[in-house]
């Protein structure tokens, strides 16, 4: 019997796992853009706490935010569980002036699709690289998404591939690769097609291969601020979509959706310059819209 105090040989795996997912997440490497022609990737299934039918996970964008900031939706990202202050800033402009409609359509959440893959370098299935975070927009979601509906694919995330035999008959059951197919390199002649491979295929040659890259791969769960420091910091170290707090996001973007009557917030001193410039030019721009009306 081991005494409470002393460190067992299971706890001390424990912290070391949870070390080594910790300087994992420092290494989070997304896909890099896709490059003109075919790229074959392999999508793989859920890892940590992701739903097993679910090995994506939905994330909205708001980007060009006073700044030049970025920002997780709140409500597209918990799919709705969550109300986002962005969001609710963003449809009370769309109700004011052209300029200001102008302002909610740049700050409108795009969505983003994040899956865990692996690239295969040449486009030879039996290699491959990563494993990566691919960020895909609308065009390749919904090409993945119309392979995972078409039944006569299965589950291509599947990492295995196997010959089966069931009686007299035998048949191949498992993964299959996709391939991406850019064309063109501008912002509105790029075209993506997302098709199977002709073949399936194991994610990797081996099991222990297979096994080292699922442990790699990230949990794509997003983590959902709870304001409490110390909960946080805890439990936003693994995770690679961290969705903030009501409050601070309010707090960084409030004064555009501020009413006429109230007075403006002190600025808080222990912010960042790049907050303080984001605050300046929402300011700047209510300012400049109370002029108006
Ligand atoms: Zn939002």
Redesign the pocket.
């Known amino acids: 019997m081991t005494t409470r105090t002393k460190l067992s040989k299971e706890d001390f795996l424990k912290r070391l796992k949870a070390n080594t997912a910790q300087s994992k997440t420092s290494s989070a490497t997304y896909l890099p853009k896709f490059k003109e022609g075919e790229t074959r990737l392999r999508i793989l299934p859920s890892v940590g706490d992701m739903e097993p039918a679910m090995f994506w996970s939905i994330v909205?964008k708001?980007y060009n935010l006073p700044g030049g900031n970025a920002?997780?939706?709140?409500?597209?990202?918990t799919m709705g569980e969550y109300p986002?202050?962005?969001?609710?800033i963003?449809r009370e402009l769309y109700r004011g002036s052209d300029e200001e409609k102008d302002l909610a359509g740049q700050i409108y959440?795009s969505r983003k699709i994040y899956f865990n893959v692996v690239a295969r370098p040449n486009g030879d299935p039996k290699s491959y690289e990563g494993p990566y975070v691919m960020e895909a927009g609308k065009t390749i979601a919904d090409g993945l998404f119309a392979l995972f509906e078409n039944s006569e694919y299965g589950y291509i995330a599947d990492p295995t591939y196997e010959r089966v035999t069931d009686g007299d008959q035998q048949f191949e059951e498992g993964g299959i690769d996709v391939i991406i197919n850019r064309s063109g390199t501008g912002r509105l002649d790029t075209r993506y097609e997302v098709n199977p491979a002709r073949y399936g295929s194991p994610l990797a040659p081996s099991e222990e291969a297979i096994n080292e890259i699922l442990e790699k791969a990230r949990d794509l769960t997003p983590y959902v601020m709870t304001g409490d420091p110390e909960v946080d910091r805890e439990k936003s170290a693994d995770a690679l979509i961290v969705v903030e707090t009501y409050e601070h996001l309010l707090q960084k973007y409030s004064m555009i959706g501020d009413s006429v009557e109230e007075p403006e917030p002190e600025p808080e001193v222990e912010e960042t310059v790049v907050e303080d410039a984001a605050k300046n030019e929402i300011q700047e721009r209510l300012r400049a819209r109370r002029r108006r009306s």
């Open positions: 909205g708001h920002e997780i939706c709140r409500d597209i990202t986002c202050p962005i969001c609710e963003q959440a």
